[in-house]
């Protein structure tokens, strides 16, 4: 059912016809319970969706050598975590590697200084059997590329308090999307 989703957000994203507030994401309906995992962080650290109930969560699908749009969204979500509408939403992200030969843990540490992400920012790594487990869970396509790239599925899904998943946005979501989207859905 989530590939098919997700394959409309890529399709139909900006489409009208929704009743309720008008959310920038595309809504699931109904939401759906957000599949659990835990990995690492880059100090060896749980990173656990399910450790996050009571919190909006971010889970996202990047790398850190990514040349072009996982900066950009990790800048984005970063800078949603430290917005008064983050704050009052205790908003985390959970960035899931793609890349697990080189998001090493001491390439995510360099990575989260280097960017100045939020302590709320995780960025979760494990083996290519741990990260396949979580890929297939959400249904996230990534593949070695030339040069050293991945190419790697790129949307984001927000996931409620309660542990569904609620929206989910494209590679270009945006500061403004994400917490007006937390507005409208009550979050702040």
């Known amino acids: 059912m989530r590939g098919a989703i997700v394959l ?3 399709v139909l994203a900006g489409c009208g ?27 060896g650290h749980s990173v656990s969706l399910e450790a996050q109930r009571g919190r909006w ?3 996202t699908f990047l790398y850190t050598h990514c040349p072009d749009v996982c900066p950009l969204i990790a800048a ?12 009052q939403a205790r908003l985390r992200v959970i960035a ?3 890349d697990p030969a080189r998001d090493t843990p001491a390439a995510v540490r360099r990575y989260a200084v280097a960017h100045r992400l939020a302590p709320a920012f995780s960025w979760a790594i494990g083996s290519r059997q741990q990260l396949g487990r979580v890929w297939r869970a959400y249904h996230v396509a990534a593949q ?18 309660e542990g569904n ?13 994400l917490t007006g989207d937390l507005r409208a859905l009550g979050a702040a």
Do not use: C, M, W
Not at 17 to 43: M, W, Y
Not at 144 to 161: A, M, N, W, Y
């Open 165 to 177: 998943e609620r929206l989910i946005y494209d590679s270009t979501i945006t500061v403004a999307q």
């Open 144 to 161: 070695r590329g030339p040069r050293g790239t991945v190419t790697h599925s790129t949307f984001e899904i927000l996931v409620d308090p």
């Open 96 to 98: 899931v590697s793609v």
């Open 17 to 43: 016809g929704s009743t309720g507030p008008q959310l920038a994401g595309v809504k699931l309906d109904p939401p759906e319970r957000a599949p659990a995992f835990t990995l690492e962080d880059g100090a």
């Open 8 to 10: 409309a957000v890529l």
């Open 76 to 87: 984005q979500l970063n800078r949603a975590i430290r917005t008064a509408v983050g704050r």
């Open 57 to 59: 969560v971010v889970v």
